[in-house]
């Protein structure tokens, strides 16, 4: 099959063997997209006999996601040897520093592991998972096609794009999440297979059956006088996007610091989840049922087979009850993912947005009497958490309109994600999905400048054939080394190799021909400090950044325990990234 192929690309353009390799990771992509949700929807249904969806007559129920979470450490740990690679911002991370290139067992691996999380009840999304498994899928097959850099990152696009188009019929959203998520730099020629793969992907949602695809037709028309409560709405959802965003971060260094081991961790992750959905049982699962449920008017579902449901009729009851779904659920998926679990932010962004619209209008109807349509502002409400959370409100803007059947919503949808986007970017530069990477200097695929630098090691840019001397040597002394030395700076090391300063030409010009002073002054009386020092396990971001900082054009590294190494300078930092750069771009 490689050989064919490979005997179609020798005979077509590079664009139209462009077009023929979306096709087949669109396909590809979007059909394993729906092997994925078929799983799980038919494990929930194994679940759910015999009424077990109840879990007062069958109490074991809440504690499926604990089984689920525990079976997903075990394959990890096992079968992956602890090489999962768990949310989007994992693929940032191969874009970035991997050229592109995604493991081959990803295209399996995360369908298996969130299989096993979500369709026991872990309450988490299934779209990172299908994103990661599409970008495997992308990455593998350009990798096969002996294609470079550039094209292996648009085909790891183009397999997300289809992924997400798959399983919500909403192949235009899936393109955006592409371009505004996953890839750094888009051009025109690159929407062609985006835009094909997403096609591609999108055909496989016609498989899906209602009651697993997400889909909504009850909403009503958009009227212009309900624009400053949309504004309103736009306002509460940035703020709740920020506590998704600060809570989720929080539960996951709680869990860190934990001093247990990863069974350990697995299991108070599970068991905090089974009290949370003993109380709050729509928070069992993906939660795409609830979501439905609510946009839909049916708002009591929430109640069902919860200890609560007596007093179902209640609004403020109702009202109480949802709000603190609201905020319990970043924790729930929280405690899921940072207990072991494999799944992703992106259906519960959707369920948060869903219920805070629900709640936000519904409260507003029964405490002023207002009539704003309590179905779209659970719609819109969806657009607006996803776009305040993951940083994506063209995603937000065009999903929503899609998986409604139109764009009769498309104002207060622009609305709502543009804000809410804005609102959350004032207080948090970086999304949820590469926060963490961020803080550790290891992705920000929004710029390829960084990128570059990303891809460059400090410890291989070490320049070691500087001269040392020690702060007790003589003038004399140092003149020597100076007519033995290529270069105009020398590090300064005590006995013990650490650093304590620097001398430049320019500290020993005034002195260095004064012979009297050869034998009575030191090396200490003309060191001085370094305008900074680079840590050798520092990202050569952190570097560029002294550098700047300090105008220097090179700075010694030292250890941890500041051992000097060697120094690195600006200047092969530069030859270093034009070699990078061209590297990229050849291929």
Partial sequence: MIKLFKTIKNRLSPKQFEIVVAIIVGLSAGFLAVILKTIVHYIHKCLSINHAVSHFETPYMIFFPLVGILLTVLFVQKVLKGDLGRGVSNILYEIAQKSALVKRHKIFSHIITSSLTVGFGGSAGLEAPIVITGSAVGSNIATQFRLGYRERSLFLGCGAAAGIAAVFNAPIAGVMFAMEVLLSEVTISSFIPLIISAACGGLYSKILNENTLFAFQNQKDFHYTNTPFYILLALVCGIISLYYIRISHTVSLLFKKLPLSIWGKAVVGGVGLALFIYIFPSLFGEGY?????????????????????????????????IGAIVLIKPVATSFTLSSGGNGGNFAPSL???????????????????????ETNFAIVGMAGILSGVMYAPLTGIFLIAEVTGGYDLIIPLMIVST???????????????????????????????????????????????????????????????????QRNIFAVINADNQLEGIITLDDVREVMFQTTLYDTMTVRQLMHEPPAVVRVNESMSEAMKKFDMTEAWNLPVVDEGNVYIGFISKSSVFSKYRTQLMAMNAE
């Fill in 419 to 485: 804000l809410s986007h804005v609102f959350v970017r004032t207080f948090e530069p970086y999304s949820l999905e590469v926060r963490s990477m961020i803080d550790k200097g290891e992705v920000f695929s929004r710029d390829k400048d960084r990128n570059i630098l990303l891809l460059l090691k400090t410890s291989n840019l070490i320049e070691t054939d500087i001269k040392t001397i020690n702060p007790t040597a003589t003038l004399r002394q140092l003149t020597e080394l100076i007519k033995n030395s």
């Fill in 351 to 373: 369920f948060v947005g869903t219920y805070l619209g629900y709640v936000f209008s519904h409260s507003c109807n029964k405490l002023f009497n207002w009539q704003l349509p």
């Fill in 289 to 321: 049922d609830s979501i439905r449920s609510i946009a839909d008017g049916k708002a009591n579902v929430v109640f069902q087979n919860s200890m609560f449901s007596d007093v179902a009729k209640n609004d403020g009851w109702l009202i109480a009850f």
